[in-house]
């Protein structure tokens, strides 16, 4: 079935430790996209892709990398550098079009808990 | 600056009975989407409901209806004969096609409340 899948579940990382967290998808899409939602509060963007080889930082980059050499996958690094990265993270994809109505799908997220 | 408003918290309905999620936006580009999406407990984002700025007719999707007034700026999401299953996070979004690239702007969400 085509889908996108994000690993690991739930992610635990002392503070000072780099993390990477993985995003796949089979559906063929050319956007991928990484959320950040902290609780009780909506998604916000922190890097998008619209073709491989390419992404942009989005409202919240600072203390994250991310990198796009394979259509299907978006990994994003979260750096000792985040100040405050316990949150949960939602990868999406879209297809590249400039249609306003392609809907992104999104995977089950990554709960990370800084300990 | 904010441009999706999602100003109730948290909403409670009678099973059976439907209920209005409200949500207003901001954008000076004359094309864009405005989308609902679902978030359960578990996490995951299901996309509920489309409405672009140049649909004449309000969408509607099964038991979801999106009511849009463009001069109003506002996208409200209307679920018709609530279920217990409805309970869960609902997210109002907006993407600026000719400004915004691919970027999708989400509320603060609203959480919906069924009760038996």
């Known amino acids: 079935d085509g889908g996108i899948t994000q690993s690991p579940k739930y992610l635990f990382r002392k503070e000072g430790q780099n993390v990477t967290l993985s995003c796949e998808q089979n559906?063929?899409?050319?956007?991928m996209y990484w959320y950040r939602q902290d609780p009780g509060q909506g998604l916000r963007l922190i890097y998008y892709?619209?073709?491989?080889?390419?992404?942009q930082k989005g409202d919240i980059a600072e203390g994250y990398s991310v990198s796009r050499e394979k259509k299907e996958s978006f990994p994003l690094t979260v750096t000792s550098a985040q100040k405050n990265p316990t949150a949960f993270y939602l990868c999406?994809?879209?297809?590249?079009?400039?249609?306003?109505?392609?809907?992104?799908?999104f995977g089950p997220g990554t709960r990370l808990t800084v300990l | 600056a904010q441009k999706i408003t999602q100003t109730q918290p948290g909403m409670f309905v009678q099973e059976k009975e439907a209920v209005t999620l409200d949500c207003t936006y901001d954008?000076?580009?004359?094309?864009?989407?405005l989308f609902w999406y679902k978030q359960p407990s578990s996490g995951e984002m299901i996309f509920l409901i489309y409405?672009?700025?140049?649909?004449?007719q309000n969408a509607t999707e099964g038991r979801y209806s999106l009511n849009f007034q463009k001069a109003r700026k506002s996208a409200n999401l209307v679920i018709s004969a609530s279920q217990l299953g409805d309970s869960a996070m609902y997210f109002c979004?907006?993407?600026?096609?000719?400004?915004?690239?691919?970027?999708?702007?989400f509320g603060a969400g609203t959480r919906l409340f069924v009760k038996a």
């Open positions: 999406a994809s879209s297809p590249r079009t400039a249609q306003g109505s392609n809907e992104q799908f």
């Open positions: 559906l063929n899409h050319d956007a």
């Open positions: 892709s619209q073709i491989v080889n390419d992404f």
């Open positions: 954008t000076s580009d004359p094309s864009y989407g």
């Open positions: 409405q672009g700025s140049y649909d004449q």
């Open positions: 979004a907006m993407r600026e096609v000719n400004t915004g690239g691919f970027k999708t702007i």
